[in-house]
T-cell receptor, first 111, second 117 residues
Framework: GENVEQHPSTLSVQEGDSAVIKCTYSDSASNYFPWYKQELGKRPQLIIDIRSNVGEKKDQRIAVTLNKTAKHFSLHITETQPEDSAVYFCALLTGGFKTIFGAGTRLFVKA | DAGVIQSPRHEVTEMGQEVTLRCKPISGHNSLFWYRQTMMRGLELLIYFNNNVPIDDSGMPEDRFSAKMPNASFSTLKIQPSEPRDSAVYFC???????????????FGEGSWLTVV
């Protein structure tokens, strides 16, 4: 069935450094890849997304890259700040309107 | 827009009791999802509806779980009888479900925090 693997599970960086989270998937029909941020005790919220006909998308300090041939996509956060500390989930849209999520990456940004 | 509205926000119940979680999706959204979140299993998709019709319930853990969507503005997730291992945060989410790029974005409710003792 559909599957998405996310790495690493935990990531600790110094404030100002970059953070990269990677996800791989198996369903070649997937064409929509969103990323969600979940702060402690809150709901997951969309931070950026990319469609399969685009290789890269950027929004200020956040960027997402997609390699459809290799079936992986990554989230890049530059100039990290303490408020970036949260759990980040990659996701993908499978057949129909079904969205499945990766296991999550807990990001710690040390001041 | 008020967003996806879930109730109750918190519930503590005894093992064996029936639990009903409620959800009001964003007006105009065609797809509704129920997810369960635990530390061990992450965000699991339990079931999703499109135009009030259940499309995929393969994530429903067992017969104790059932979900309904009687109309476009209301859905329930029921657990009967509840067990301690059902303790989790249950998120309801909705999306426009139009098939367009922006129509695929999922919007989550604040979650229902369930504890079964």
């Amino acid at each position: 069935g559909e599957n998405v693997e996310q790495h690493p599970s935990t990531l600790s960086v110094q404030e100002g450094d970059s953070a990269v989270i990677k996800c791989t998937y198996s369903d070649s029909a997937s064409n929509y890849f969103p990323w969600y941020k979940q702060e402690l005790g809150k709901r997951p919220q969309l931070i950026i997304d990319i469609r399969s006909n685009v290789g890269e998308k950027k929004d200020q300090r956040i960027a997402v890259t997609l390699n459809k041939t290799a079936k992986h996509f990554s989230l890049h956060i530059t100039e990290t700040q303490p408020e970036d500390s949260a759990v980040y989930f990659c996701a993908l849209l499978t057949g129909g309107f079904k969205t499945i999520f990766g296991a999550g990456t807990r990001l710690f940004v040390k001041a | 827009d008020a967003g996806v509205i879930q109730s109750p926000r918190h519930e503590v119940t005894e093992m064996g009791q029936e639990v009903t979680l409620r959800c009001k999706p964003i007006s105009g959204h065609n797809s509704l999802f129920w997810y369960r979140q635990t530390m061990m299993r992450g965000l699991e998709l339990l079931i999703y509806f499109n135009n009030n019709v259940p499309i995929d319930d393969s994530g429903m853990p067992e017969d104790r779980f059932s979900a309904k969507m009687p109309n476009a503005s209301f859905s329930t997730l029921k657990i009967q009888p509840s067990e301690p291992r059902d303790s989790a945060v249950y998120f309801c989410a909705s999306s426009p479900g139009t098939g367009t790029f922006s129509g695929n974005t999922i919007y989550f409710g604040e979650g229902s925090w369930l504890t079964v003792v």
